[in-house]
């Protein structure tokens, strides 16, 4: 891969578990972040499963860093980068 890699990686795959009882909550928090373009309940280890998308991967570490995983409830994530272009 010779692209920029701050380039390739703008938009992740975020798995969330959460707290019990607070699946309404969260996904209204995380449906009201701007980089947050879908969010969906599952069943399984993880609760949400979340689309993110930035400018740049700065930007989307910032977007999971400093507000999906400060969100009330959130009790840990799992982000998979999708390498755009193949």
């Known amino acids: 891969m010779t692209a920029d ?5 703008r938009m992740g ?14 996904l209204n ?6 980089h947050v373009k879908e969010a969906s309940m599952t069943y399984g280890v993880y ?3 979340a689309k993110i998308e930035a ?4 930007k989307l570490k910032e977007v999971l860093t ?3 995983r400060k969100i ?3 009790k840990s ?3 998979m980068l999708v390498v755009e272009g193949n």
Request: without cysteine; glycine residues 8%.
């Open 77 to 79: 994530t799992l982000t």
């Open 72 to 74: 009330s409830g959130v």
């Open 13 to 26: 795959r975020t798995l969330i578990a959460m707290l019990i009882g607070k699946e309404d909550q969260l």
């Open 29 to 34: 928090e995380l449906r009201k972040i701007e």
């Open 47 to 49: 609760d949400i499963v």
């Open 66 to 68: 400093s507000k999906v």
């Open 5 to 9: 890699l701050g380039s390739v990686f």
């Open 55 to 58: 400018d740049t991967t700065d």
